[in-house]
């Protein structure tokens, strides 16, 4: 696919973390983004530091967990940005749903942001990119998508959800001249990792993460899988049969 010029960008969940990494390192390169998140002070926060440095980041209050209120807002930023060139669905949430003491709340909390939000999000301009012949979307995964985590059973299946989701987008997508990319991150120090208690191996800055995300996207990879240190093994994992990964999981939980 021919090399593209981003000049708009959308980037949920950018209150902190990843997201606000990735907003912040999309503007220093000249594009104008929209940061979209639930902590406006938050996201003011940021426009300020990228003004200071040059760049533009507008805030945009914005729950994902509302999908029509998103879906529609969405659209209404596209017309009124003139067209938005690269959509991030970064927003998401974590929490252990042991299945031993599931709570159908704390699910739902979880579905409704990294599914339901996701896919409000990413589905809110698709039909003017395709007509547009240009965009790009993003999905914002994780390693956990491969197989089902001890304890994370909701987590685990969100992003495998939205990675089989952003596959099939990138199958159908295909000489349109829309982009796809799935992005598998492992993990990233952040507010959401700064709750577990549970061993994190090859713990990654947020900036480094940040800067392989951000040169991933602008080349129009389909895929991103990091920190390689745990893709590897985490890919390795997933044609384990059945009974071993059981054994293995049930240690590590």
């Known amino acids: 696919m021919a090399e593209m010029s981003y000049r708009t960008a959308l980037v949920t969940g950018a209150s902190s973390g990843l997201g606000r990494g990735l907003a912040l390192w ?32 507008e ?12 879906l529609e807002r969405i659209r209404e930023l596209d017309a009124e940005c003139g067209g938005l060139d690269l959509v991030v669905a970064n927003a998401g949430v974590g929490g252990v749903t042991h299945a031993k003491r599931l ?5 739902r909390g979880i579905i409704d942001t990294n599914v339901t939000g996701a896919v409000a999000t990413l589905s809110a301009v698709l039909p003017q990119m395709v007509e547009r012949r240009r965009g790009h979307l993003v999905g914002i ?5 491969y197989r089902g985590l001890a304890g ?9 959800f939205l990675a089989t989701f952003m596959e099939s987008l990138r199958v ?25 208690d549970f061993p994190m191996p090859f713990l990654m800055e947020t900036d480094a993460a940040v800067e392989l995300m951000g040169k991933g996207i602008l080349r129009g990879d ?26 293995a999981a049930r240690r590590l939980r």
Do not use: I
């Open 141 to 145: 995964s994780s390693l956990a998508a």
């Open 152 to 160: 994370h059973a909701a987590y685990s299946a969100s992003k495998a």
């Open 103 to 107: 709570q159908w709340e704390k699910v």
């Open 59 to 70: 805030p945009l209050e914005l729950d994902v967990t509302q999908a029509d209120a998103t």
């Open 172 to 196: 159908d997508l295909g000489g349109t001249g829309v982009r796809v990319t799935c992005v598998y991150p492992g993990f990233v120090k952040s507010e959401m990792t700064a709750k577990n």
């Open 222 to 247: 389909t895929e991103l899988t990091f920190p390689w240190q745990l893709a590897l093994p985490t890919r390795l994992v997933k044609v384990l049969p059945n009974p071993l990964f059981d054994a």
């Open 26 to 57: 999309l503007a220093k390169r000249g594009l104008r983004v929209f940061a979209s998140g639930r902590r406006l002070p938050q996201l003011q926060a940021l426009a300020a530091e990228a003004q200071a440095a040059g760049a533009t980041v």
